[in-house]
């Protein structure tokens, strides 16, 4: 059997995250086999900080990113109060696609930083500092043995037996300059280095005002997003793909189903999906087959 990993050594990343606006430094640390990857909050004033898993079970809002946590009786608050980390799953894309198994993540604010508004930072940064193989045996990869399908909207996402995993994603916005665009991967480390991390986040301009007024994208930017206007593209250096909205998009689902916590054996096809449709495909895998 393949054995569990974690990294060679400590490594560290900052910058602005999208939605909060706020810094934040994220401190990697290598972890024992079974630990799985575990988010920590060093900020909060609670003895020892407020540590979380990265797993479906955690997460606590899909809006515009995937945000995990857990919540935290307070003797202050009459109401439980959510101890978070937003915008995940670009980070989680990269832990899963290099094969890491264990890792604590340190955060010192509520959200990861954007960086580029790609992945490949991260997947940079946690690549050079090593791969480290365990002792004990990798759990088993989930098998999909029959379809799972799930829906939200016009969106959709269906999970097919397959000996390998692999994702084809259908991107259809009813935008001129985006339009329909489809990309097909088998998913690893080497196709998500060259054809996948690099892509980064976007939004359209008119959605702009109306995410701000929300207290969303605080920290976005031409340097770490792309926009798109009515009839032009703007990014600070013009698209890294033709294609590299739905690359992107191919990302985010990689990340929301990292997860899952196992390794992954299927072919997803999705149509339209984002981070709400790709949590609940993530929960229905776990819920089928987390005991197996």
Same mark, same amino acid.
Request: contains cysteine; negative net charge; hydrophobic residues 40%.
């Given at each position: 059997m393949t054995k569990q990993t974690t990294i060679a050594k400590e490594t560290k990343i900052s910058g602005i995250g999208l939605h909060s606006g706020e810094i934040t430094s994220l401190r990697f640390l290598p972890a024992p086999a079974g630990t799985g990857i575990v988010f920590k909050r060093?900020?909060?004033?609670?003895?020892?900080?407020?540590a979380f898993p990265a797993r479906v079970t955690s997460v606590?809002?899909?809006?515009?990113?995937?945000?995990?946590?857990?919540?935290?009786?307070?003797?202050?608050?009459?109401?439980?109060?959510?101890?978070?980390?937003?915008?995940?799953?670009?980070?989680?894309?990269?832990?899963?696609?290099?094969?890491?198994?264990?890792?604590?993540? @340190? +955060?010192?604010?509520? #959200?990861?930083p954007l960086m580029d508004g790609s992945g !490949?930072?991260?997947? =940079?940064?946690? /690549? @050079? +500092?090593?791969?480290? #193989?365990?002792?004990?045996?990798?759990?088993?990869? !989930?098998?999909?043995? =029959?379809?799972? /399908?799930?829906?939200?909207?016009d969106a959709t996402i269906e999970i097919l037996p397959c000996d390998e995993y692999k994702i084809s994603y259908t991107m259809s916005y009813p935008h001129p300059v985006v339009g329909t665009q489809f990309f097909e991967t088998t998913v690893n480390e080497e196709n998500f280095i060259n054809n996948i991390a690099p892509s980064r986040t976007f939004a359209l301009y008119s959605e702009l005002a109306a995410l701000l007024s929300r207290g969303l994208i605080k920290g976005g930017s031409l340097n770490n997003a792309i926009v798109i206007t009515d009839n032009a593209i703007l990014s600070k250096d013009g698209l890294r793909y033709?294609?590299?909205?739905?690359?992107?998009?191919?990302?985010?689902?990689?990340?929301?189903?990292?997860?899952?916590?196992?390794?992954?054996?299927?072919?997803?096809?999705?149509?339209?999906?984002?981070?709400?449709?790709?949590?609940?495909?993530?929960?229905?895998?776990?819920?089928?087959?987390?005991?197996?």
């Open positions: 060093t900020d909060v004033p609670i003895p020892g900080g407020v606590l809002n899909t809006d515009r990113s995937t945000t995990i946590g857990k919540l935290l009786q307070i003797p202050q608050s009459p109401q439980p109060v959510p101890i978070v980390v937003l915008t995940v799953e670009h980070l989680m894309a990269s832990i899963y696609c290099l094969g890491i198994d264990n890792l604590i993540v @340190e +955060a010192t604010a509520m #959200e990861t !490949i930072e991260f997947a =940079e940064t946690l /690549k @050079e +500092a090593g791969i480290k #193989e365990l002792e004990e045996d990798r759990l088993p990869d !989930i098998v999909i043995d =029959e379809p799972i /399908k799930v829906e939200h909207g033709k294609d590299e909205f739905v690359r992107h998009k191919v990302m985010d689902l990689i990340g929301d189903l990292a997860l899952v916590g196992r390794r992954l054996r299927a072919h997803v096809v999705s149509s339209r999906s984002g981070h709400t449709l790709n949590n609940k495909a993530a929960a229905a895998i776990a819920a089928k087959y987390a005991n197996n």
